[in-house]
């Protein structure tokens, strides 16, 4: 199988190298574009694979095609290149705004969406799939299995795109913020060093990824076992419990009101 990366910013990138790191694929079966090539080329260094000009050249050598370029770039990707997706093809798209519905009214091969976690570039994290109603089972089977060797692949609805990205996609860089704030406050109200304080808190979130992982604790029973009853952790836990208020609320209702103007732009673009 033949894979295409159009677009490597962040996310594209992740994936190029998630995926040779994996040995999901060779570097000799991997096509790759960008509108800046040199950024395509430099990853290239690092992993291998195939450097093209254009985006009409990766999706004819390909048999499935990652499209990894922002949302308003999205449309003008497939409607200039819609002729080069035979319908044995699949065209993969990694942004939530686009639904697989619109995809599907201009291709003619396979869609799917698949979004990816910065936790990929780990092999680790979860990554969502939707398949699109025409999407075959062939397709669906290939693309679930390139999952599986970056991630745990988890299959949504489409209704819960956006909340499922949050928590999946958006959620690293959410919880790197609450940590960055948990170091400095420990800086700038004790006399630990910012260097210490960094790798006890870095290391103290590798040891709660494990712990979950291996399903030794659920979250209410881990705060459970270090509160105890009148101690320091549940003075903590009680600012805390006063303090964040309706902080994650507001968050996801804010994340709900871009993706909803997203969606309202992609529509325009889609003729809907």
Not at 91 to 113: E, H, K, N
Not at 157 to 162: A, F, H, L, W
Not at 199 to 205: Q, R, T, V
């Amino acid at each position: 199988m033949k894979v295409g990366i159009i677009g490597t910013g962040n996310m594209g990138k992740v994936i190029i190298e998630a995926f040779i790191e994996s040995k999901a694929i060779s570097p000799s079966r991997l096509y790759m574009t960008n509108r800046t090539l040199k950024k395509a080329k430099l990853i290239q260094e690092t992993t291998g694979g195939h450097v093209l000009n254009s985006s009409e050249e990766v999706i004819k050598s390909s048999d499935i095609v990652f499209i990894c370029v922002k949302p308003h770039d999205v449309y003008r990707v497939i409607e200039e290149n819609k002729n080069c997706f035979t319908e044995d093809k699949c065209a993969v798209s990694i942004t939530s705004p686009v639904s697989l519905d619109q995809l599907q009214s201009i291709l003619p091969c396979s869609c799917a969406r698949f979004i990816p976690s910065i936790t990929n570039r780990a092999l680790s994290g979860v990554s969502l799939l939707t398949f699109g109603s025409d999407c075959t089972e062939h397709w669906k089977g290939r693309l679930t299995t390139l999952a599986e060797h970056i991630s745990t692949p988890v299959l949504i609805r489409e209704e819960v795109t956006r909340v499922a990205s949050d928590i999946v996609s958006c959620g690293p860089a959410f919880f790197s913020y609450l940590t960055q704030r948990f170091i400095n406050a420990a800086v700038e109200v004790t006399e630990i060093d910012p260097e210490t304080a960094t790798i006890l808190a870095s290391e103290m979130l590798v040891g709660l990824g494990d712990l979950l992982k291996k399903e030794i604790y659920s979250l209410p029973a881990l705060q459970e076992k270090v509160c105890v009853k009148g101690g320091v952790t549940g003075k903590g836990i009680d600012v805390m419990e006063r303090e964040l208020g309706e902080v994650f609320e507001k968050l996801f209702q804010a994340t709900q009101e871009k993706f909803a103007d997203d969606i309202t732009e992609t529509q325009s673009q889609f003729g809907v």
